[in-house]
């Protein structure tokens, strides 16, 4: 008999999938978080205005923040991130933004450059992945500049 592990579909409130939608935005496997590219929807503000990378940035940690929260965990559980760039040069961008989200922890990441997003004036967006049974900044405290022994 073949035992099925549990998942759950997040739905952050005000973040839900558009209808027809044919991804889950967070799905939480065991205790497995892993989240779909998470964008600034459409990359500008109320007028219309384009936003920076940094502001698209901020708000994408915003939303992975309250992800992680409704999935019943927190920043401190991320361990990977992939954050894709349409512009290279924004990468200095993306480490301060990642210094300030995350603090002296960091999670793996990786960043590259595409061509381009699923919607114009978009010029991030970022995969998060997280374990709820792992706090990243404690396991470090314990074990500093050392990978934790298995």
Same mark, same amino acid.
């Given at each position: 008999?073949? =035992?099925?592990?549990?998942?759950?579909?997040?739905?952050?409130?005000?973040?839900?999938?558009?209808?027809?939608?044919?991804?889950?935005?967070?799905?939480?496997?065991?205790?497995?978080?892993?989240?779909?590219?998470? =964008?600034?929807?459409?990359?500008?503000? +109320?007028?219309?205005?384009?936003?920076?990378?940094?502001?698209?940035?901020?708000?994408?940690?915003?939303? &992975?923040?309250?992800?992680?929260?409704?999935?019943?965990?927190?920043?401190?559980?991320?361990?990977?991130?992939?954050?894709?760039? =349409?512009?290279?040069?924004?990468?200095?961008?993306?480490?301060?933004?990642?210094?300030?989200?995350?603090?002296?922890?960091?999670?793996?990441?990786?960043?590259?450059?595409?061509?381009?997003?699923?919607?114009?004036?978009?010029? &991030?967006? &970022? +995969?998060?992945?997280?374990?709820? +049974?792992?706090?990243?900044?404690?396991?470090?405290?314990?074990?500093?500049?050392?990978?934790?022994?298995?």
């Amino acid at each position: 008999m073949h =035992t099925w592990t549990p998942v759950k579909r997040v739905v952050v409130p005000g973040a839900a999938e558009p209808a027809g939608a044919t991804w889950s935005n967070c799905l939480v496997l065991g205790n497995e978080v892993m989240m779909s590219g998470v =964008t600034a929807q459409t990359g500008t503000d +109320d007028a219309g205005r384009a936003l920076s990378t940094e502001a698209q940035g901020r708000l994408i940690l915003e939303r &992975i923040d309250a992800t992680m929260r409704a999935a019943g965990g927190s920043r401190a559980n991320i361990y990977k991130l992939v954050v894709y760039l =349409t512009d290279i040069a924004d990468k200095e961008v993306v480490s301060q933004l990642r210094a300030g989200f995350f603090g002296p922890v960091f999670p793996c990441s990786t960043l590259v450059q595409v061509s381009a997003l699923a919607f114009p004036g978009l010029t &991030i967006e &970022i +995969d998060a992945f997280g374990r709820l +049974d792992c706090d990243v900044a404690q396991a470090m405290q314990y074990y500093p500049g050392q990978y934790y022994p298995g």
